[in-house]
């Protein structure tokens, strides 16, 4: 398996890659991580099960549309593929370190610029990818209220109906969400789209964010994202404003945007989130 890897780092960098170095590295909720080097170069490995590569492939085109956008520090990726019984996706290794307020206030401005950087016409992606482990549909859609309520809360009902979850009638649901989001059509702007304090870190006092579920769609559901499970220093907040401000009403709408990743979360972990999404649910149809 790592002389495979090897050979494709080789080929994809046109230096010859001898792994000399593998260390396993902690923090890794889906997949494994490795630091591998040649004591020249060091790269970072994650690893899953073969039939996990479209994480990967998914993963690499959101880095690939984050970094060409030239706003935001991202770990140049290097190389993804299978083995016989594995998966790998190759990034550069960053070593991370402290920040001070300065540092947050600078990735704030720039996460601005990211969403600045690019827009569609029409909401979503070229192709569907992945939150942590559940799909991620991005069909494009003309109109925000009916994509995300379709494509993100729905959806997510829909995979907790599979589990025998149920949180009430799903297309009331979806119609209360469409009803709160259909006054709001904003510019469909290029999302990191899981964007909490887990994927975000500081290398040489320069903001990094990584582990990307991009599309495009409201800005607004980054920024909500990140006052969700620990929220940033509030000098991030004062960086992103002075560059492109939120708009009137963005209280209002993150408690819907949050909802996505309460769900997902349930989804994934189960009965730890479930009053908590529940809770939320509630006050959303209810206001």
Request: charged residues 20%; negative net charge; proline residues 3%.
């Amino acid at each position: 398996m790592w002389q495979v890897i090897a050979h494709q780092i080789s080929q994809a960098t046109g230096s010859d890659f001898t792994i000399q170095e593998k260390k396993s590295l902690p923090g890794g909720d889906i997949h494994q991580a490795f630091r591998i080097s040649d004591g020249r170069c060091s790269y970072f490995v994650k690893l899953n099960n073969k039939e996990r590569v479209d994480m990967f492939r998914g993963e690499w085109t959101s880095l690939d549309h984050l970094r060409r956008s030239q706003t935001v520090t991202i770990p140049r990726p290097i190389c993804s593929g299978t083995t016989a019984s594995t998966s790998f996706l190759v990034l550069e290794y960053l070593s991370f370190g402290d920040a001070d307020e300065e540092d947050w206030y600078m990735l704030g401005r720039q996460l601005a610029h990211l969403h600045q950087s690019q827009h569609q016409p029409m909401y979503g992606w070229d192709e569907d990818n992945f939150l942590g482990l559940s799909v991620q549909p991005n069909s494009w859609h003309k109109k925000w209220a009916t994509f995300f309520a379709e494509q993100r809360i729905g959806w997510q009902l829909k995979l907790l109906e599979e589990k025998n979850i149920r949180l009430g009638d799903i297309e009331e649901i979806i119609g209360g969400i469409k009803l709160h989001l259909i006054h709001h059509q904003p510019r469909a702007s290029l999302l990191h789209g899981d964007l909490w304090r887990g994927n975000v870190s500081f290398c040489e006092h320069m903001g990094v964010v990584f582990d990307p579920a991009s599309y495009f769609g409201d800005r607004e559901t980054d920024i909500a994202m990140t006052e969700l499970f620990g929220q940033f220093p509030q000098v991030f907040y004062q960086g992103y404003n002075r560059v492109w401000p939120l708009e009137e009403g963005y209280r209002e709408r993150r408690e819907i945007y949050n909802l996505y990743h309460l769900l997902n979360h349930v989804n994934h972990f189960g009965e730890p989130y479930l009053a908590q999404a529940k809770d939320s649910l509630y006050r959303i149809i209810a206001s």
